[in-house]
Each structure stands twice: as C-alpha cells, then as structure tokens.
C-alpha cells in the first residue's frame, strides 16, 4: 500500500519505519526543512530510529521524507502524528488542522485517514471529519474511511517498542474500524478494538492523567514526608514489598515531556469550557506538579543554608540532566529547565551539563571537576553519570531522583 505519514517526529518515524519493514510504500511527510535534510541524508533525530535502520528505509525506495505537498496526491492510509502541544495553557490544534487541511486535497474514494496526535474527545469526528468532508466532497464513512489510533510511543523504551506496544484502534463506522485494525495488524503484534473513536481518544488521555495524577500524589507526600523527618525513599521501599494493590510512583523535580505536562489539560480545558464541569483531582495535580520546580530551588537553598552556611545567591551549582528523562535528548517540558531558570534568577552561577544534548541550554557535555561547585543537583538520572564519582567529590549533593547512594553530605528529595 502507499502510506503518507503527516510528521516525522517521535511518533511518525519510528510508524514510518515499521511500515517500511512490512513491505509500504512510504511518504514522510515534515515541513521542518532541517528535519527532512537530515532524513534525506540517513542522520536520525529520533533514539528510538537508528541511523541505520533509516538507511536501509532509504535503500529499499520505499521510504521518501519530503516536505512537498505533492507526494501527498497519491495514498490507500495517511496517518495525522503530529504534534499538539499547550500555546498560553490551552491545548493547540493548529497542526491538526493544517495536516488535515492538506490531506483533504488528496482524499479519494476509499482511502483511510486516521488520526494518531494525542487531543480531547472528539476531536476526529468534530474537527477533522468535517475539514476532509468539506475539502474532499465525499461522505466519511461512505467515501472514505475514518479512524483514530493513539500513539504509545515512550522515548528511549528498548522493552516496549512500536512493535509489540498493543495498539488500540477505532473507526467512525464499523468498517472504518476494520480498516484501521487491518493497517495496524500488518505492522504491530497486539491491536485492540474501541467501541468508538471517543472511547479511544479518552483512554488515551486517561492513560497519561493516571500517570500525572499519581506523580503529584507522590511529590506532595515527599514534601510532606520531608516536614515530618521521614526517608520517603524508604517509606516508598516498604510499601512496594505489598504484593496487591499498590503501584510504586516516585518524587522527582516535576513532570515533563511531550504528555504528560500537556495531556490532562486537553482533557480538563475540553470539559470544562465545552460542559463547564471542573476536573478536580487532575486540576490539582496539574497544581502540585508545576509547583516541584520551585520546591527543589527551595530544598537546594535551604541545604547550602543549613549544611554549608552558604547563600543560593552567588553559589555554584552544577545541573546533572537538563532532559525530561534519562536516556533522551528531549528537553521539552522538562522541569530541569525550571529549576535551572529558577536558579539563575536567584543570583546562582548555574552551570548544565547533559550528555545528550547539545545547544544553548547545555553549557556542558561532559561532567567538570564536582569539588570545584557549591552543589551538585541531579535532575536527570542519565546512565553516563558516575554515581560514585558524584558522592566521593561533591561536597554537597541533592538527589531528585532517589538513586545516589546514601551519605551525610548527599540529601534526597
């Protein structure tokens, strides 16, 4: 079959591979032009796409990135992945709608378009259904077929993959639905019928609003944990060894990422400004979370304060980690960013290293000598930190992420 996926980001390209594999005739669509070069060249952007798997996409001829509409004229499925992120705290759909606008063009009788960006419910039957409509004069569920699909993508999981992450599926219709699950079976191992394509866009936000709302609840009880002189590192140790009933979450300096920060918004702002109800708990969540940065700047200060008798203002601070998770170079969202912004605004001399990014924001690479700064914080538990290198020459370490060994001068979240 001949494929177009709208997007080739962290969703889209690893699709777009497995497609390839499966034996499709594939167009990457990107309009970011540095994207598409590197693309052309063989040069992934994505942890989760080799360069050599991309390579060989390119070899076999059937794989094409471009950012030319006109590859789009021709296709059985398109695929909409890509990004809907916040713009001023409300949920942003405009490349939705633009990917959908350009589909619309080339819809012919038959095709199947499906809508794989994570949104609120009823987002494919109340923005896109009518814009393909409209542009294409044909009836989706007659004409055309119509489904969504959410990505399950999670950066840098060498366990769970596109290919054996089961796949939830939906359709407008039955037939859409069919339609839908037959693409996905010939390039996944597990696909999951929903009963309507709401169904699915729910699960998919609640998936990631579980996650969130969980986090929060663990942040907040390691403050309060903090307050009454107990390890919440040991206390979390002691719960997990119940065998029912518990699933073990962790503190750390915030949530970050292309879901989690963004997911339950889409589904907090869809409520209440379309049937005016409040999402409470997630409210509060949100509440707790955004609040984490700020409280790591203030456990940081008040630990060079009590242990050190040093001031925040004009200490030296090394940042372990500006990524949102280990093993990525994806800063988006990431409360790293926070807390290093926070720092700086409060006179600290803040310097970053992670060693998989590159850029401004990362004034390091590679780790300098921990002796020669006030403290280290360790934000992101990359595996090329030496652990016990940090515990043996800092003199002053604070643990967001509860893995540096204990020792009377590295203090734990």
């Not at 980001?9 to 499966?22: D, H, I, R, S």
């Not at 304060?305 to 040093?310: A, F, I, S, V």
Request: net charge negative; proline share 6%.
């Amino acid at each position: 079959m001949n494929i177009v996926v709208m997007g080739q980001g962290y969703v889209g390209l690893p699709l777009a591979m497995a497609a390839v594999e499966a034996g499709h005739h594939v167009i990457g669509f990107e309009l970011d032009e540095r994207r598409c070069k590197r693309l052309s060249a063989g040069t992934s952007y994505i942890e989760d796409v080799s360069d050599k798997t991309l390579q060989d996409a390119l070899k076999s001829g059937r794989y094409q990135p471009t950012r030319d509409e006109k590859y789009l004229a021709v296709f059985d499925v398109a695929v909409i992945a890509v990004p809907t992120p916040l713009k001023e705290r409300m949920p942003d759909l405009s490349a939705v709608r633009l990917a959908t606008e350009m589909l619309a063009r080339y819809v012919r009788r038959g095709v199947t378009v499906i809508l794989e960006s994570t949104t609120h419910p009823g987002t494919t039957r109340q923005i896109v259904l009518p814009l393909l409509e409209v542009r294409s004069r044909l009836r989706a569920g007659a004409g055309f077929h119509l489904g969504f699909s959410p990505e399950r993508i999670d950066p840098g999981n060498e366990e769970w993959t596109f290919a054996n992450t089961p796949k939830i599926v939906s359709g407008l219709t039955t037939a859409c639905r069919d339609r839908v699950w037959e693409f996905y079976a010939g390039i996944t191992e597990n696909v999951i019928p929903a009963d309507s394509l709401e169904e699915a866009e729910l699960a998919k936000v609640f998936e990631n609003t579980f996650r969130h709302v969980n986090i929060a609840l663990v942040n907040e009880f390691s403050r309060v944990a903090h307050t009454l002189g107990v390890d919440v590192w040991h206390t979390l140790d002691l719960a997990d060894s119940k065998p029912f009933g518990f699933t073990r979450f962790t503190p750390g300096p915030g949530v970050g990422g292309h879901c989690l920060p963004v997911d339950p918004v889409f589904l907090t702002h869809h409520v209440r400004t379309k049937y005016g109800e409040p999402f409470r708990l997630v409210e509060l969540a949100q509440d707790i979370n955004e609040s984490q940065p700020g409280y790591v700047v203030s456990r940081l200060q008040n630990g060079l304060n009590t242990r050190h008798g040093k001031a925040l203002k004009d200490a030296r601070v090394l940042a372990l980690g500006l990524a949102y998770k280990p093993g990525v170079a994806d800063s988006r969202q990431s409360p790293a960013v926070e807390v290093v912004t926070d720092l700086r605004r409060k006179g600290a001399h803040v310097d970053v290293v992670d060693p998989h990014l590159t850029g401004a924001a990362c004034d390091l690479l590679t780790p300098p000598r921990y002796q020669d700064y006030d403290a280290v914080v360790l934000l992101t538990a990359h595996n090329e930190f030496d652990l016990a290198q940090i515990a043996a020459e800092a003199p002053y370490v604070l643990d967001t992420r509860g893995v540096m060994p204990e020792a009377p001068h590295i203090e734990r979240l």
